[in-house]
């Protein structure tokens, strides 16, 4: 049994270094946009499409993931693809236009889409049911290192080696956690010590288009995939590319104090994952709760930071910035409410369905963002009334996914109940 304990954990936070990696790619455009801008003259329009095409590629992934990470397992879905990973961080840094930056987002984006289902489904299957929302939750925060590192951290080492270089040696650090994770991971244990874990099931592609029609008959499957679509959406796209220039043209802050607030973004999200995983599995119990004060919580920071002057209290941004991240720390309850949905045989169909919408969302909120800014406003598209209507439309969003929210069924206390329905 301890070796069975300390294999556990040695390969959740393999998993997670590699989350960590895809979580840095996500948002490093944010604080080297003003790089990317006089290197590539790039105008808003192609500043979105390039950070939007990670999301592209990385939704588009999620339709294979969903048909074969239960049947093929994760150490070798997670390794191939990161082997793209690598390749996509070299295209973009050696990058002279937007046609080529955006193939190596691409490349990014479909290298990193197994990254977080895989470790998800490593849990679900070396830790068993319990707690699953607070351990995943842990797996978020961990990963939010990586925003971290792309913020504060990856301003500093722009500015030493450039923007280009420090791409390249980000393609080297993939390749060797690539190569950890290959050698540490199995994909189940021989022994589990907490009862019977579920076997692989088959790679048929009738039995797996089965199962997904039985998940998206699911009226809560729609639902919490429209709150995902809306909470990381809107979450990721301020976080990875809109808040820099809101923070460095509107209230005109330096780009070092910009990756300060940026990182204290990811901190409230670090602090705010693991404490709504407590909150729901432990506390309250209850995912529905817990997923619905999130969204009405970054909805209100949202409309707040939408009423800011120019030159606000770098104080006041830190809060509202951090609370921000706080709260969207609820956003992985999803992935336990949809699991408990399921049969725990098909957890990784089931996760992996809804964080199709999640990287959709994002991809659409990245760009949608930037269109309407840019028709809204087409002579001040980085404009503060710009950044306000967008702001506002955000918190609207989020307020009324809330609402929706209120008709999903509490799993919590009904697993036994959901799993004989199934």
């Given amino acids: 049994m301890r070796f069975v304990i300390s294999r556990r954990w040695a390969i959740f936070f393999t998993a997670c270094l590699l989350f960590v990696l895809s979580q840095f790619y996500r948002a490093s455009i944010a604080v080297?946009?003003?790089?990317?801008?006089?290197?590539?003259?790039?105008?808003?329009?192609?500043?979105?499409?390039?950070?939007?095409?990670?999301?592209?590629?990385?939704?588009?992934?999620?339709?294979?993931?969903?048909?074969?990470?239960?049947?093929?397992?994760?150490?070798?879905?997670?390794?191939?693809?990161?082997?793209?990973g690598v390749a996509g961080a070299l295209v973009f840094a050696y990058g002279d236009s937007v046609g080529t930056l955006v193939a190596g987002r691409l490349l990014l984006g479909a290298g990193t889409a197994c990254s977080l289902m895989g470790t998800l489904k490593?849990?679900?299957?070396?830790?068993?049911?319990?707690?699953?929302?607070?351990?995943?939750?842990?797996?978020?925060?961990?990963?939010?290192?990586?925003?971290?590192?792309?913020?504060?951290?990856?301003?500093?080492?722009?500015?030493?080696?450039?923007?280009?270089?420090?791409?390249?040696?980000?393609?080297?650090?993939?390749?060797?956690?690539?190569?950890?994770?290959?050698?540490?991971?199995?994909?189940?244990?021989?022994?589990?010590?907490?009862?019977?874990?579920?076997?692989?099931?088959?790679?048929?592609?009738?039995e797996i288009l089965a199962n997904l029609r039985s998940l998206i008959r699911e009226r809560d499957y729609w639902i919490i995939s429209l709150a995902t679509f809306c909470r990381y959406g809107i979450f990721a796209a301020v976080?990875?590319?809109?808040?820099?220039?809101?923070?460095?043209?509107?209230?005109?802050?330096?780009?070092?104090?910009?990756?300060?607030?940026?990182?204290?973004?990811?901190?409230?999200?670090i602090i705010g994952s693991p404490v709504c995983g407590w909150f729901s599995d432990i506390l309250f119990k209850t995912r529905k709760g817990v997923m619905i004060a999130g969204l009405m919580g970054m909805s209100l920071m949202l409309a707040v930071l939408a009423c800011l002057p120019p030159g606000a209290n770098i104080a006041v941004l830190s809060a509202l910035f951090f609370g921000f991240g706080l709260f969207s720390g609820a956003g992985l309850i999803v992935y336990a409410h949809i699991k408990e949905r399921m049969p725990v045989q098909y957890a990784g169909t089931a996760m992996t369905g809804v964080n199709l919408f999640t990287m959709i969302g994002v991809a659409v909120f990245l760009q949608g963002l930037g269109n309407l800014m840019q028709s809204l406003y087409p002579g001040e598209a980085l404009g503060a009334p710009a950044f306000k209507a967008a702001f506002l439309f955000c918190a609207a969003c989020l307020a009324l996914t809330s609402g929706l929210y209120f008709v999903t069924v509490e799993t919590i206390g009904k697993r036994k109940t959901l799993s004989k329905r199934k």
């Fill in 122 to 206: 490593l849990i679900t299957l070396w830790f068993g049911p319990l707690r699953f929302a607070t351990i995943s939750a842990l797996v978020l925060s961990f990963g939010t290192l990586g925003n971290i590192t792309a913020a504060t951290p990856l301003v500093l080492l722009v500015q030493s080696i450039g923007w280009r270089m420090t791409f390249v040696v980000f393609s080297g650090i993939n390749l060797l956690l690539t190569m950890m994770f290959f050698v540490v991971v199995r994909d189940r244990p021989k022994d589990p010590d907490y009862g019977e874990i579920p076997k692989s099931v088959s790679a048929d592609l009738r």
């Fill in 239 to 269: 976080q990875a590319l809109w808040a820099g220039p809101y923070l460095m043209t509107v209230i005109g802050i330096s780009p070092v104090a910009t990756g300060n607030v940026l990182l204290l973004m990811g901190v409230g999200l």
């Fill in 32 to 84: 080297i946009t003003p790089d990317l801008i006089s290197d590539l003259g790039l105008d808003i329009s192609g500043l979105s499409l390039i950070s939007a095409s990670f999301f592209y590629a990385f939704a588009v992934m999620q339709i294979p993931i969903s048909m074969y990470l239960d049947a093929i397992g994760p150490r070798i879905a997670m390794t191939a693809l990161s082997l793209l």
